[in-house]
């Protein structure tokens, strides 16, 4: 059992609270992530050349929550009109005065306005998703996100242990298309209105997605007007509570 007791009469308990549980949640995530058996056993052997490759190789960059990421990206795209393209890039040595995020290694992952794109830059070897990424791009509240027109994952975009993807890309109305093959998906419960009102998207393949556990696809694709075809024929709803896929009229071959 884990116990968060924040008692300062001087700041807001309700956001100490938060903040408190937030910080543990990426605490908790980094330590499962890390091979720390490996490491005390190169330690133990006095190996600490292999310690120090291992460290660098295992370097990541935890991002901020869905909301966070959300209101911070959400603010600089308001402010430039120009930005249409979201790129993650790893394995960077740009940096700029703009932080998404610090990790708790000192990690810093930079935010850069590069033309048309922007991106987001880190010296780590990969980023890692929060557990929540639930209306992490959604224009629903940040309308400036529905003039995005491509987001760029790379291949250095960890989602093993995300749990919530619910309304990930809510009325992203300008996304033609979307490469999430190197998603993992297979702990993820929440998948509800996930490209909800996605209504640019030509094209789309979910058939790498693992949804095994998966409780909720309702409206996972309505008002994806030009999405003709959409292979589901992988996907495994024998835990799935709540599937409400009736919406998909428009498509002519599912």
Not at 58 to 71: G, M, R, S, Y
Not at 137 to 152: L, M
Not at 163 to 176: K, N, P, R, V
Request: glycine residues 4%.
């Amino acid at each position: 059992k884990i116990a968060l007791d924040y008692f300062d009469a001087s700041i807001n308990r309700i956001a100490a609270w938060v903040i408190g549980f937030r910080s543990w949640q990426r605490a908790l995530l980094l330590a499962m992530l890390t091979p720390n058996a490996e490491l005390k056993a190169l330690q133990d052997a006095g190996n600490l050349t292999k310690v120090f490759v291992m460290q660098e190789e295992i370097k990541t960059l935890l991002l901020p929550d869905a909301e966070t990421f959300n209101i911070t990206i959400g603010a600089i795209l308001d402010n430039n009109n120009n930005l249409k393209n979201i790129k993650f890039i790893a394995n960077s040595e740009t940096t700029s005065e703009n932080k998404l995020v610090t990790d708790e290694d000192g990690t810093i992952g930079y935010i850069v306005e590069n033309g048309e794109n922007l991106e987001i830059h880190s010296s780590a070897k990969e980023f890692i998703a929060s557990s929540n990424c639930g209306q992490m791009f959604s224009a629903r509240y940040r309308t400036s996100f529905n003039r995005i027109v491509s987001i760029d994952f790379g291949e250095k975009f960890n989602t093993s242990n995300t749990t919530d993807m619910g309304a990930m890309f809510q009325y992203c109305s300008s996304l033609t298309s979307l490469d999430l093959s190197t998603f993992d998906t297979s702990k993820v419960t929440m998948m509800n209105a996930m490209f909800h009102g996605c209504n640019a998207l030509t094209s789309l393949d979910v058939s790498t997605f693992d949804t095994s556990s998966t409780l909720d696809i309702s409206y996972m694709f309505s008002e994806c007007y030009a999405l003709k075809t959409l292979d589901i024929s992988s996907f495994n709803t024998s835990n799935t509570e709540i599937i409400s896929l009736y919406d998909l009229y428009n498509i002519k071959h599912i």
